[in-house]
């Protein structure tokens, strides 16, 4: 998480308690109207309170205005993100093997935003972490 921060500092949103306990974190970058979810995680005990439910809708808002997709990859085999993802409207568009570094694939899924500029979205880069 540290070097996520590091790495996109103006991206990166924090859930906290009352208490100002960080329990939660979504990370996006921005490339021209493409933007990417790189990564959002809760702490176990606090998930399906809908933490990330605000976090993504957060980040979501802020995207709006300037990107008109948001693509994400996701291990195949993580079930409950993939789901979490489906939630807000994100899907599945094709499998990338080999993404992670012990050799799993991902499942690369894509959110359009409709309200947003209709100027062309560039492709990801592929990335291999
Ligand atoms: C995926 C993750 C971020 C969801 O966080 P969360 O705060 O628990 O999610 P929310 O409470 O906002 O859930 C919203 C909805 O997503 C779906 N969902 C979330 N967790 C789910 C699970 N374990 N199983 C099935 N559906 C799930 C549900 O529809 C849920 O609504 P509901 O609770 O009313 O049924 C969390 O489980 C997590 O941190 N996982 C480990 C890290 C990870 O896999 N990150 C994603 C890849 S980078």
Redesign the pocket.
Known sequence: MVQLLREHPKAFLVAETDSRKVV?YCVCSTERRLAH????????E???????????QESLDQLSSKVREVW?E??TA????V???E?FGFKGIMIIDNYYSDGSPALRMRLTLNHASQEGAAPPRESTS
Do not use: C, P
């Open positions: 939660g979810l790189i990564s959002i995680g809760v702490l176990r606090y998930r399906r309170r809908k933490v990330a439910t605000s976090l993504i994400l996701v291990n993580n079930e409950e993100a789901k979490f993802y939630e």
